[in-house]
């Protein structure tokens, strides 16, 4: 089976611009969740959706949005990009809910 | 509220000597506790999770609701443990993870 898929691998926008990442999870998996990486903050979860809705949202301001399609694909959509944004974003899937999560190799955001 | 905690950022042992990588958390529930392994330039991957209760790589990891720990040790580290070591936290109510900021871990040869 392919792994969970996270294109692109790397970014870099300016301020005040919005991106838009995508995630494919393993076939099969329902459950798709997303991941903030910093240094500092480590992975801080920013939502998770199962058959394309949101059931579960982290402590992000409402510029951080994401959707499921019909196949179980994810986006994820930061807009009016701040410095702070500048992370790695990890997508993961899983299947049943709750079960372990497979991460993939996530898109590196830089915000200049 | 909950959360994770991983007091040490940084942990260095020589290679043989036993190796504890602590993990403490809150949670009011029922918790399932994991331990994620990340190796140099891959991915993010599931070391153990405490309901299997077994040995992965030569680790373990006991969970104690009394101490609500879920310390990760194994009683000889190797050279290739070296990684970044996240500990888990899944609730009950859906399929959301908290982690903790992680230990890195550096095996001295």
């Known amino acids: 089976k392919a792994g969970v898929t996270q294109t692109p691998r790397y970014l870099i926008k300016t301020r005040g611009q919005q991106v838009t990442l995508s995630c494919s999870p393993i076939s099969g998996h329902r459950s798709v969740s997303w991941y903030q990486q910093t240094p500092g903050q480590g992975l801080q979860f920013l939502f998770e959706?199962?058959?394309?809705?949101?059931?579960n949202k982290g402590n992000f301001p409402g510029r951080f949005s994401g959707r499921q399609f019909s196949n179980s694909r994810s986006e994820m959509n930061v807009s009016t990009l701040e410095l702070g944004d500048s992370a790695l974003y990890l997508c993961a899937s899983s299947s049943p809910p709750a079960a372990p999560l497979h991460f993939g190799n996530g898109t590196r955001l830089t915000v200049t | 509220a909950q959360r994770v905690t991983q007091p040490e950022k940084l942990l260095s042992v020589f290679k043989g000597a036993p190796v504890e990588l602590k993990c403490n958390y809150s949670y009011s529930g029922s918790p399932e506790l994991f331990w994620y392994v990340q190796y140099s330039r891959q991915r993010l991957q599931l070391l153990l999770r405490h309901i299997s209760r077994e040995s992965i790589k030569g680790f373990t990891a006991d969970l104690n609701k009394g101490e609500t720990s879920f310390h990760l040790k194994k009683p000889f580290a190797q050279e290739e443990d070296s990684a970044m070591y996240y500990c888990?936290?899944?609730?009950?109510?859906?399929?959301?993870?908290?982690f903790g900021t992680g230990t890195s871990l550096t095996v001295i040869p």
């Open positions: 888990a936290l899944s609730t009950s109510t859906g399929n959301q993870f908290y």
């Open positions: 959706y199962f058959s394309e809705t949101q059931r």
